[in-house]
């Protein structure tokens, strides 16, 4: 009984633990645009970083609504080919953050590094988001496991976006 009551208690506390509204303004959040190929990390309630990102060849590959990052790697193996993690032809590069986009596990859909940098800010995967490796790393460090995604196509720019999502406050 006291180890259950010990596992909720840890549980409440837990980042992904779906209590109250989520997210709440400062908590991480990530808003990538298909649009313009970014995307943005907010933190503390206002946009804290803007990246340059690739997302998929055609509109439907890559997932639109909010997801949850529900698994996070480092030099992650590649199924599709059998390639190693932290070998230089993986294409996921040197981090996976992965969202549970189509109710999947988070092994499918996710936010990566890339072994090819000219890929960055085109149309071509297939459907997940690639990163420079340095900028996923840097991303990967700062963001739990629990942290809302939204991903969208739009002309709106990531403040009005993260007022609408409650990542950031109206002022």
Not at 47 to 57: E, I, L, N, R, S
Not at 70 to 96: F, M, S
Not at 99 to 113: S, V
Not at 138 to 157: A, H, I, M, R, W
Request: hydrophobic share 35%; net charge negative; with cysteine.
């Amino acid at each position: 009984m006291a180890s259950k009551i010990l596992l909720i208690l840890m549980l409440s506390i837990s980042p992904i633990w779906p209590l109250g509204e989520n997210p709440l303004v400062g908590d991480p959040y990530i808003i990538i645009n298909k649009l313009s190929n970014e995307m943005a990390f907010i933190v503390d309630g206002q946009v804290d970083t803007v990246y340059q990102v690739a997302t998929g060849k055609t509109e439907e590959l890559t997932p639109e609504g909010e997801f949850t990052i529900i698994v996070k790697a480092i030099d992650p193996y590649y199924r599709k080919k059998n390639i190693i993690g932290g070998a230089k032809e993986n294409p996921l590069g040197t981090r996976w953050i992965g969202f549970d986009a189509k109710e999947t596990d988070g092994r499918i859909y996710g936010i990566h590094g890339t072994n090819d940098p000219n890929s960055i800010g085109m149309y071509l995967t297939g459907g997940c988001v690639r990163m420079f490796n340095e900028e996923v790393e840097e991303l990967f460090s700062k963001v739990p496991l629990g942290t809302k995604v939204y991903v969208t196509k739009t002309d709106q720019d990531f403040n009005s976006l993260g007022k609408q999502k409650g990542a950031i406050l109206e002022q």
